[in-house]
């Protein structure tokens, strides 16, 4: 003789499928919002100039590196 009862886990899914407000239990359940990040844009020259600086420094050494050769031939 079989059994004709549903087990637990089939009846609450059963259930969730024809009703979503069992699963939502009356929470507003509201879509994520991504936080949002406001830099200044002082922050953003700052790092060019930096960044430029450091390139200029790079160039000047490469280019004093490529004297000092010359200047042994």
């Known amino acids: 003789m079989q059994n004709h009862?549903?087990?637990?886990?089939?009846?609450?899914?059963?259930?969730a499928?024809?009703?979503p407000s069992i699963i939502s239990c009356g929470w507003k359940i509201s879509p994520?919002?991504?936080?949002?990040?406001?830099?200044?844009?002082?922050?953003?020259?700052?790092?060019?100039?930096?960044?430029?600086?450091?390139?200029n420094r790079f160039l000047a050494f490469l280019q004093n590196v490529a004297l000092s050769h010359l200047e042994g031939i």
């Open 5 to 15: 009862t549903q087990s637990p886990i089939r009846w609450i899914g059963s259930s």
């Open 17 to 19: 499928t024809r009703s």
């Open 32 to 55: 994520y919002q991504v936080p949002r990040i406001v830099l200044p844009d002082e922050l953003f020259v700052n790092i060019v100039i930096t960044i430029g600086a450091k390139v």
